[in-house]
């Protein structure tokens, strides 16, 4: 593997509470068309990041509409070893506050209407048992060891829903009966792209509120945006301590490579002789390195 190089997708609000200071901006197009933004290069003490918008400039794209693969695929363009991605969440646990990270550690599919591979031209099939990178989930949660006085989750299942609107009640105490912890739109299929390309990936997701499962304790019904809104900061401030503070030391990152840098080695079934060269060439920023 190349040299350790981290991107980080922000959701609602992450990317602007990193300054707009950057070393350099990019814009940047693929076999998928073009991220949802322009890619920035920050120097953080010393250790730079690529930074990409999920949701474009102006939080223009709905979950359904982001460029998923666009986006995985220009982080990989630019070197990108490891992904920290990071997004706003209902929790569907009452120990699970607003407020809290949580460093998610499975996932359940919901969506219906996105591409979920690059490789439409051939039969690909990685493991994804274990959605998230072990070395950079270990990597978060000690970082979140040093912030006392922010409550960190050190496992959660994550219901990723198409939207963009959000549950019905019914369908909120469904995914608690099916043991999921969190409810968001953003998840998938960015982590299994991630897969694809080989990176490491890792997802801080941040409870904004309790979903509609959970009833207001004056009886009245929630007003379930009202509640998303008003706790959006704050996650948002939680979330960039952490980030910060696990840049602090990337070392481990360094020393342990992560089982995702060779997801391809066993996982292209297709005879790669009869995949078509100009199909081996488009990806070749994915793939190339498993073909002679």
Same mark, same amino acid.
């Given at each position: 593997?190349?040299?350790?190089?981290?991107?980080?997708?922000?959701?609602?609000?992450?990317?602007?509470?990193?300054?707009?200071?950057?070393?350099?901006?990019?814009?940047?197009?693929?076999?998928?068309?073009?991220?949802?933004?322009?890619?920035?290069?920050?120097?953080?003490?010393?250790?730079?990041?690529?930074?990409?918008?999920?949701?474009?400039?102006?939080?223009?794209?709905?979950?359904?509409?982001?460029?998923?693969?666009?986006?995985?695929?220009?982080?990989?363009?630019?070197?990108?070893?490891?992904?920290?991605?990071?997004?706003?969440?209902?929790?569907?646990?009452?120990?699970?506050?607003?407020?809290?990270?949580?460093?998610?550690?499975? !996932?359940?599919? @919901? %969506?219906? /209407?996105? =591409?979920?591979?690059?490789?439409?031209? +051939?039969?690909?099939?990685?493991?994804? #048992?274990?959605?998230?990178?072990?070395?950079?989930?270990?990597?978060?949660?000690?970082?979140?060891?040093?912030?006392?006085?922010?409550?960190?989750?050190?496992?959660?299942?994550?219901?990723?829903?198409?939207?963009?609107?959000?549950?019905?009640?019914?369908?909120?105490?469904?995914?608690?009966?099916?043991?999921?912890?969190?409810?968001?739109?953003?998840?998938?299929?960015?982590?299994?792209?991630?897969?694809?390309?080989?990176?490491?990936?890792?997802?801080?997701?941040?409870?904004?509120?309790?979903?509609?499962?959970?009833?207001?304790?004056?009886?009245?019904?929630?007003?379930?945006?009202?509640?998303?809104?008003?706790?959006?900061?704050?996650?948002?401030?939680?979330?960039?301590?952490?980030?910060?503070?696990?840049?602090?030391?990337?070392? !481990?990152?360094? @020393? %342990?490579? /992560?089982? =995702?840098?060779?997801?391809?080695?066993? +996982?292209?079934?297709?005879?790669?002789? #009869?995949?078509?060269?100009?199909?081996?060439?488009?990806?070749?920023?994915?793939?190339?390195?498993?073909?002679?």
């Amino acid at each position: 593997m190349s040299r350790t190089r981290i991107a980080v997708i922000g959701g609602s609000g992450l990317a602007d509470a990193f300054g707009p200071e950057h070393v350099e901006s990019r814009e940047l197009d693929t076999p998928f068309g073009k991220p949802s933004s322009p890619v920035t290069l920050h120097d953080l003490d010393g250790t730079e990041v690529v930074f990409l918008k999920r949701h474009g400039e102006g939080h223009i794209h709905n979950p359904g509409a982001v460029p998923y693969r666009a986006n995985i695929y220009a982080l990989k363009a630019l070197g990108v070893t490891h992904i920290v991605a990071s997004g706003a969440t209902g929790s569907l646990r009452e120990e699970i506050r607003p407020g809290d990270i949580v460093i998610t550690d499975q !996932a359940i599919d @919901k %969506t219906s /209407s996105r =591409a979920r591979t690059f490789y439409e031209g +051939a039969a690909v099939h990685v493991e994804f #048992a274990e959605p998230f990178c072990p070395i950079l989930r270990s990597w978060l949660i000690a970082a979140g060891k040093k912030l006392d006085d922010i409550t960190v989750h050190e496992s959660a299942t994550y219901v990723c829903m198409e939207g963009p609107a959000f549950s019905t009640r019914a369908e909120s105490e469904m995914h608690r009966v099916w043991g999921a912890d969190l409810i968001g739109m953003t998840l998938l299929p960015e982590a299994r792209l991630a897969r694809e390309a080989e990176i490491a990936y890792a997802h801080i997701s941040l409870p904004t509120d309790y979903d509609c499962w959970r009833p207001r304790e004056d009886g009245q019904a929630s007003d379930l945006l009202k509640e998303i809104i008003g706790n959006l900061q704050q996650a948002t401030e939680n979330s960039i301590r952490l980030i910060k503070t696990a840049l602090g030391d990337i070392s !481990a990152l360094e @020393k %342990t490579p /992560s089982p =995702a840098h060779d997801a391809l080695a066993l +996982a292209i079934w297709s005879d790669k002789a #009869a995949i078509p060269r100009e199909e081996i060439d488009r990806l070749h920023v994915l793939w190339g390195r498993h073909f002679s």
